[in-house]
């Protein structure tokens, strides 16, 4: 079938473009749906939006998954696919023990499909999942497998994959795991296990710079510092221990922009934070959701932030004072931040 003529004309005008100019923007481009169109337009744009559609790499935390991904790396690594990599982001999840089939059969958890396996079938799929989890790597483990496997890395994300924004939660090796084992992970979106193998590894990577947590997260005492992250970004924190989530919070001392949102679904009192005991040099840009605080300590959180720059705060309580008196103390300062408040 011939080419039709509008397509060579772009094509031909394409490759008059330089390539640099093409690749900023494929970056540009917000979805890998986007980027595959994109490239489907001609070999220029093809050869511009490859290493981009590599820029962004998840992984599902199993072992056999993390394994698959190592034989990826191996056959793609001589030809640089993945080392372009910039953002990495872990899906978790933690499924359910069972000994024998009648309890995988009557596990509140299973999935019943109409395209499923025969039971049998399933049910050693299921076995063989469990063993691989329990007898393969180790979460810490797999996590510094994939660090190593992306020297260029500069961004990670861990998310469970009960936890979603807008729509369900869709990846592809997800999908085909439950469509072999038949059975869900626990609905809990609780993340702490997979976040001490990330914070284990991540100063033997000073290229990492940012942290996005996107779970249920309930605070233990940190050991350690984090010099190297300059982004960090949780959804959401349970504040059981105010020193545990103060001294969490802290361990990152370099931070130039937060996002802190506390977890809605507890009770009032695990909301609260004491700001004023919180502090970070260089922090230009906070942002506070579903927080219980006071007109006085989030002043002061304010005020001692010197660089502070914009302050965005969503569903955030004040227990005592007022939102006018706030907005007229933080005006009056010298460098005064922009403060833009959602209550809605």
Request: net charge positive; aromatic share 10%.
């Amino acid at each position: 079938m011939e080419r039709p003529p509008y397509t060579t004309s772009v094509s031909q005008n394409m490759d008059k473009i330089a390539q640099e100019i093409l690749v900023l923007i494929a970056y540009k481009l917000p979805t890998i749906d986007d980027i595959r169109r994109f490239r489907l337009v001609c070999r220029a744009l093809s050869f511009a939006g490859f290493d981009v559609l590599f820029r962004r790499v998840s992984v599902l935390n199993t072992a056999e998954n993390v394994k698959h991904f190592q034989e990826v790396m191996r056959i793609k690594a001589p030809h640089q696919v993945l080392l372009n990599t910039r953002h990495l982001t872990i899906y978790h999840g933690t499924w359910p023990l069972v000994n024998s089939r009648k309890d995988w059969l009557q596990h509140c958890l299973r999935l019943h499909r109409s395209n499923q396996h025969a039971p049998n079938a399933a049910f050693g799929h299921y076995k063989r999942f469990v063993s691989s989890q329990e007898n393969g790597p180790g979460c810490e483990a797999r996590i510094l497998t994939l660090f190593t496997s992306l020297p260029k890395l500069q961004s990670v994300s861990l998310s469970h994959v009960n936890t979603w924004s807008h729509t369900p939660f869709n990846n592809i090796h997800f999908e085909k795991l439950l469509d072999r084992i038949l059975i869900l992970p626990f609905w809990g979106s609780f993340v702490a296990q997979p976040l001490s193998g990330i914070l284990a590894h991540l100063n033997k990577f000073p290229n990492i710079k940012r942290l996005n947590i996107h779970g249920t997260l309930l605070p233990e005492q940190t050991e350690g510092t984090y010099d190297g992250i300059t982004h960090l970004e949780v959804r959401s924190i349970i504040r059981r221990s105010e020193s545990a989530t103060r001294n969490f919070l802290l361990s990152f001392p370099s931070l130039r922009s937060l996002e802190l949102q506390m977890d809605s679904c507890y009770a009032v009192e695990e909301h609260t934070l004491s700001l004023q005991h919180l502090h970070w040099p260089q922090l230009r840009i906070c942002t506070l959701v579903d927080l219980c605080t006071t007109e006085d300590e989030l002043f002061t959180f304010i005020q001692q932030h010197g660089k502070l720059r914009l302050v965005l705060l969503n569903y955030v309580t004040l227990t005592q004072g007022s939102w006018g008196s706030l907005l007229a103390r933080s005006g009056a300062m010298e460098k005064a931040p922009m403060i833009i408040a959602d209550f809605m």
